[in-house]
């Protein structure tokens, strides 16, 4: 498909086929080959400002290169794309969460807390008041811990830094479940009652 497109001429065309080339890439770990194909869409995008394709490929890319461990170029696709994007939009919240795991995977926690609390009150602004969960956690729900495929316990500092995250802010949204395991630390869930405990909004479970 892509190279008959590519005879007719049908840049359109040929992006969502290149687009949907890297994505499969990605998903099969191949993320060299994911990159190349997704490199090739951004020229095209950007030669018909086509600013909603662009900040889907900025995302892919800084995901592409989350995966490739360039943490540098993640950040960088991540901060275009949010640039781009409106406040309350999934776009954004997209951006957000990618900037925040970079600086998580970069050490520098309070910067990436403070993307986390934003991406939080975009998901309370987005519950309608009226709504029966706008107290109760709406439609979103974070998972913490849990085992990993190798079988350990998955609690890690980015679940200490979801939870502290959470209770430096004045919202019911999201709620933030605990998956504890046979191999959960006694420090964790300490750790996790004492934070269900100060939370006025009951905002964790296990």
């Excluded at 662009?54 to 360039?70: H, S």
Aim: net charge negative; charged share 30%.
């Amino acid at each position: 498909a892509l190279e008959l497109n590519e005879r007719n001429g049908n840049e359109f065309l040929q992006t969502i086929n290149l687009t949907n080339i890297s994505i499969l890439y990605y998903d099969l770990g191949d993320y060299d080959t994911a990159l190349e194909y997704a490199l090739k869409c951004l020229p095209i995008f950007e030669k018909y400002k086509n600013t909603v394709r662009l900040m889907d490929i900025y995302n892919t890319l800084g995901d592409i290169y989350f995966k490739k461990e360039n943490y540098e170029e993640a950040l960088k696709y991540f901060r275009i794309n949010r640039q781009l994007s409106d406040p309350e939009t999934a776009n954004r919240a997209l951006a957000d969460s990618g900037i925040g795991k970079v600086l998580f995977k970069q050490k520098h926690f309070e910067e990436a807390k403070e993307y986390l609390q934003e991406l939080f009150l975009m998901l309370q602004a987005a519950t309608p008041v009226t709504s029966d969960r706008f107290t109760r956690g709406g439609e979103s729900h974070f998972c913490i811990g849990g085992y990993l495929p190798n079988g350990e316990d998955g609690f890690n500092d980015l679940s200490r830094l979801i939870l502290e995250s959470l209770l430096d802010l004045p919202t019911y949204i999201p709620q933030v479940t605990l998956r504890w395991t046979k191999k959960t630390p006694r420090e964790v869930f300490r750790f996790a009652l004492d934070c269900e405990r100060k939370d006025p909004h009951k905002r964790i479970a296990f």
